[in-house]
């Protein structure tokens, strides 16, 4: 939207002569122009612990040292919330939920009262357009929960606190399981990551109850920056450098600086690496500090770049939520977690991985595939990783191998086409990315059990990185539009029968291994087609209590609570349809209209509200896409 101040028909969709048409709105939605949300489901809307203007457009004709108005706010349980005088006047609204605004009119000895109805929930806004001291605040926030133990953040800021290495155990325990990933890969994906943000969201929200998780647009960059790199996420004072210039990847300027990662974490978690760090158990860098670099194995940005809105623009036209999980998990958010964390430490004298990937017709991007493979084989039981390795255990001393007991007298090919490896990258197989590599079957075997250190966005323990935090919105706020496009501008038909679009990438290997009672070099036995627990339509997600009542959510149970339209769900986002940098290059999501505006215009002259339901059968299909998928 171009229009810098709002209008009656703008805002108002229910004025008519006999009641006064009002505007509720915050200094953000009159800078932008439009309504938080695009102002389809609330006629009025107030975001909460935001100064919010509530004004009358209509004229009469009573004079002015004649003419009184006054508002009354009655909260969602009723109780009274305040009176104001004048219009317009400046409220804040504290609770989530429906409010009756009442308005007084007195003229002479005449008085008229109308009512309104106001919505009020938090709101989460693209992390550019919040203002220095929002942002800030945000930061802030986040910081403290990087740099407070759970139990002194629960003594000092209530129950819903929540530390990061609580968050980080949480995301281990689901993805670094050895039995398989509970969180990515399959149907759980986006509800376990919306669930996830939220728990945060209401932790940060006990530090300072006006905080929201903004969100990252990352097509803004993909447009608009030249080099990821200099995005404005990456500046010291907000995440930190994307790729730090020094041996051991650590961001060291900034608000970021030498950020810590819990060693000693055997009393915390049971999922750990050996030296007792809070990272993934074949995650085995001792460096107690957030790691980060632009580099997979020495391919710049592992040969991806950051998803653009060509590619949003392709899944928009998908008709089945099974393919947007896929689409979410993989190719339009998993490229960000790779050109952040990126993966070092091995020997790349013995390993050419540029020269080998060049020399085939897959390209640089299958560097990401080296560490995806390592952990499938780990989850298998080929790779094994120490248990314990001293603090002054050398780096070299304490790395995952595939021991000799382990192999046995099977050649390295054997190996390698059993597991899967083969079938996921096929170029893994071919004798010219062997040879340009510098290495035969039994090679590659050995740099796969080898593992290496990957930085934290390219691990299960990825939300230890606080560019984690914005990353996930976009997902949500997509699907949210493709959910509204459907249920309320009939614009698409989608298939909400919950399900996933598998597909034969190393990541994506629907395979669940049971490690039940084995001790030693025992194997798993594994079984393939097998759906992980956590990703079935009825599996109940790790986090909930969102409306204070000890509830509990399934996978179903959270895709509905998250539906936009749901009046319980305690945040929106300022817009679903308006990204800049796809109107900017003429990409419109749903070609029913021409470009945002037309769009909003056509919401404004609508009062929609549609019952809704959606089915909770499974459903499975064959990939339609090809490339990456999830990356934990």
């Not at 158990?281 to 020495?298: A, D, E, Q, V």
């Not at 040969?303 to 998990?329: K, Q, R």
């Not at 952040?340 to 080998?356: A, E, M, R, T, V």
């Not at 290059?585 to 009062?607: C, E, K, P």
Request: with cysteine; hydrophobic share 35%.
């Amino acid at each position: 939207m171009k229009n810098s101040q709002f209008t009656k028909g703008d805002l108002a969709f229910d004025s008519t002569d006999d009641v006064p048409a009002i505007i509720v709105s915050n200094a953000y939605e009159r800078a932008k122009g439009h309504k938080v949300g695009d102002g389809i489901f609330w006629q009025h809307f107030a975001q909460r612990y935001r100064d919010t203007r509530i004004e009358t457009t209509s004229t009469n004709d009573c004079a002015a040292d004649n003419f009184g108005q006054r508002w009354d706010i009655i909260r969602p349980d009723s109780t009274y919330g305040g009176t104001f005088y004048g219009s317009p006047v400046e409220v804040m609204f504290a609770d989530h939920g429906h409010h009756t605004v009442k308005l007084t009119e007195t003229c002479g000895d005449t008085t008229t009262s109308y009512e309104y109805d106001v919505m009020s929930k938090h709101v989460r806004y693209e992390i550019r357009s919040l203002s220095n001291e929002d942002r800030n605040a945000f930061f802030n926030a986040l910081h403290a929960v990087y740099n407070t133990n759970q139990k002194d953040g629960v003594a000092k800021y209530g129950a819903k606190f929540r530390s990061i290495e609580y968050l980080v155990r949480e995301h281990l325990y689901g993805a670094a399981s050895k039995d398989c990933d509970h969180w990515h890969d399959d149907a759980g994906i986006l509800t376990h990551h919306m669930a996830f943000t939220l728990e945060l969201e209401q932790g940060l929200q006990t530090i300072q109850p006006n905080i929201t998780i903004p969100y990252w647009d990352y097509t803004i960059d993909s447009y608009s920056v030249s080099d990821f790199v200099n995005s404005p996420i990456f500046y010291d004072s907000w995440f930190g450098a994307a790729s730090p210039d020094n041996d051991e990847h650590i961001i060291t300027k900034g608000r970021w600086a030498y950020q810590s990662v819990l060693k000693n974490a055997q009393d915390y978690s049971h999922v750990h690496n050996p030296y007792g760090v809070l990272r993934s158990p074949w995650n085995t860098n001792p460096i107690g500090f957030i790691t980060r670099s632009r580099y997979t194995l020495g391919v710049k940005d592992g040969g991806w770049t950051i998803p653009a809105c060509m590619d949003f623009n392709e899944v928009s036209n998908f008709d089945w939520i099974g393919d947007y999980f896929s689409a979410l998990n993989g190719e339009l958010h998993g490229p960000i977690h790779i050109m952040i964390g990126g993966h070092w430490f091995y020997d790349d004298h013995s390993y050419n991985i540029s020269k080998g990937l060049a020399a085939t017709s897959s390209g640089s991007q299958l560097s990401d595939g080296f560490l995806l493979a390592s952990k499938f084989l780990w989850r298998q039981g080929y790779i094994r990783c120490p248990d314990f390795c001293s603090a002054d255990t050398s780096t070299t001393d304490c790395s995952c191998s595939i021991p000799s007991e382990i192999q046995g007298d099977k050649d390295a090919y054997t190996i390698l086409e059993s597991t899967g490896i083969f079938n996921s990258i096929g170029t893994f197989e071919q004798p010219a990315f062997l040879n340009a590599m510098g290495t035969t079957y039994q090679g590659l075997l050995d740099f796969l059990g080898h593992v290496g250190h990957p930085g934290e966005m390219f691990t299960s323990a990825a939300p230890y990185d606080p560019t984690f935090w914005p990353l996930h919105g976009v997902a949500e706020r997509f699907m949210g539009m493709a959910r509204i496009a459907s249920y309320e501008f009939d614009i698409i038909d989608l298939n909400e029968t919950w399900g996933y679009r598998h597909s034969d990438v190393m990541s994506d290997t629907h395979v669940v291994c049971d490690w039940d009672g084995l001790t030693g070099t025992e194997m798993p036995d594994c079984v393939k087609g097998v759906t992980c627990s956590g990703h079935k339509s009825d599996d109940l997600l790790p986090m909930g209590d969102f409306l204070g009542s000890g509830e509990t959510y399934t996978n179903m149970e959270f895709y509905e609570f998250s539906a936009p339209w749901n009046d319980d769900l305690p945040y929106t986002y300022d817009t679903f349809f308006d990204w800049p940098a796809c109107s900017e290059q003429g990409i419109d999501f749903f070609t029913s209209y021409s470009s945002y505006n037309s769009l909003y215009t056509d919401i404004v002259a609508r009062n929609p509200l549609k019952s809704k339901t959606v089915s909770m059968d499974t459903e499975s299909s064959p990939s339609k896409l090809s490339g990456m998928s999830g990356i934990f």
